[in-house]
């Protein structure tokens, strides 16, 4: 039995704790200004499901900026971080197809009668005026330049258009119709200078009274003619007999060996590649067909030259067209000649 000293010790002890355990602390109280806290509905964040350990380096990212991140190099980062690498499309197992002509005809003739050589005079060049339209069984027929620019793609077109609206801005409409004109003579008188200079074959090419543009004109050209020899046609008129399409060449003569069907084109700009002469091949291309079905000229052609020739007198680009290559832009200028003849119907 436990004795009452004892007994008294213990009960004085869980006084003590008692007092310990429940005596009231100091703690702050904070009022809430509003009474509906807890009867509202919470908002849900849009934003909460977003997993923010897999864009915490994008949101660091931003908000440490000092400058603005919408630079190419910060757009291709932050896409690569969202998207992943770019995955290239594959190309298509096959190629477009490519259009042909329909009615597929020949760029050399065949059938030509090519006459014995000592019945023609091969030091004087062919020139042949374009026939009168009474003499013409079909009446007027169409030039290569007329079809060429009747069928102009709307790439071409529209950037044609873009630079004369800009000169236009630039001169004004008059000052436009002045800088045409002018270009036109300069062009004009070029080639009557190369007319003489092929002729005559004159060492002298510059003249005192050249022109500051005509001197640009010849210095440029001056390393192509020393590669022309044995002229056998200039200034002179092709009709294709079975197309029904004519035009003027501008000489046909030897270049390095191959006879062609030379073009000579004045240009303000650097044309250093042939695909930057738009669709000069194509009209030497017609000349060159038109040439091999006409009779009135004892030969026959399968290449061709473009010389592109600069006014400030920087050497001139010769563009030579061996037989595949004027093959290639043959089958190019069907395909436009097919497209004038269309066009053509639909208006009558």
């Not at 690569?80 to 197992?93: D, H, Q, R, T």
């Not at 709307?154 to 270009?183: D, H, N, P, S």
């Not at 002179?236 to 003569?253: N, P």
Request: proline share 5%; glycine share 4%; with cysteine.
């Amino acid at each position: 039995m436990l004795t009452m000293k004892t007994l008294h010790l213990i009960c004085r002890n869980c006084r003590g704790m008692a007092n310990v355990l429940f005596q009231p602390q100091h703690t702050p109280v904070f009022l809430s200004t509003s009474c509906t806290a807890h009867s509202r509905k919470k908002k849900v964040n849009g934003y909460e499901n977003i997993d923010q350990e897999k864009y915490a380096n994008l949101v660091r990212m931003v908000t440490s900026s000092k400058t603005s991140c919408q630079t190419p190099e910060r757009i291709f980062e932050e896409d690569s971080f969202l998207y992943g690498e770019v995955i290239k499309s594959k190309a298509p197992s096959q190629e477009p197809e490519t259009r042909v002509p329909r009615n597929h005809s020949l760029m050399y003739n065949s059938n030509k009668v090519i006459l014995p050589a000592e019945k023609t005079d091969p030091n004087i060049p062919v020139k042949i005026s374009l026939p009168a339209r009474d003499q013409m069984a079909d009446g007027r027929l169409p030039s290569v330049t007329r079809i060429l620019q009747q069928t102009m793609p709307m790439e071409q077109a529209f950037y044609l258009e873009r630079w004369k609206q800009r000169m236009i801005m630039e001169l004004g409409e008059e000052g436009f119709i002045e800088y045409t004109a002018a270009v036109f003579s300069q062009g004009k008188q070029f080639h009557a200078r190369l007319e003489d200079l092929l002729v005559s074959r004159d060492d002298n090419i510059h003249r005192p009274e050249d022109t500051d543009e005509l001197s640009g004109y010849l210095a440029s050209v001056e390393h192509v003619l020393s590669d022309v020899s044995e002229l056998r046609t200039l200034e002179s008129a092709v009709l294709h007999s079975e197309l029904k399409y004519l035009g003027i060449v501008d000489c046909v003569a030897y270049y390095r060996g191959k006879l062609c069907i030379i073009e000579w084109k004045t240009s303000e700009k650097q044309k250093p590649h042939i695909q930057r002469t738009f669709d000069n091949p194509l009209q030497v291309a017609a000349y060159v067909g038109a040439l091999n079905h006409d009779v009135n000229y004892n030969f026959q052609v399968d290449c061709g030259l473009v010389v592109v020739v600069y006014k400030d007198g920087s050497p001139a680009h010769a563009h030579f067209m061996d037989p595949e290559l004027c093959t290639y832009y043959w089958d190019k200028w069907l395909l436009r000649l097919e497209e004038y003849k269309e066009k053509k119907e639909e208006k009558q």
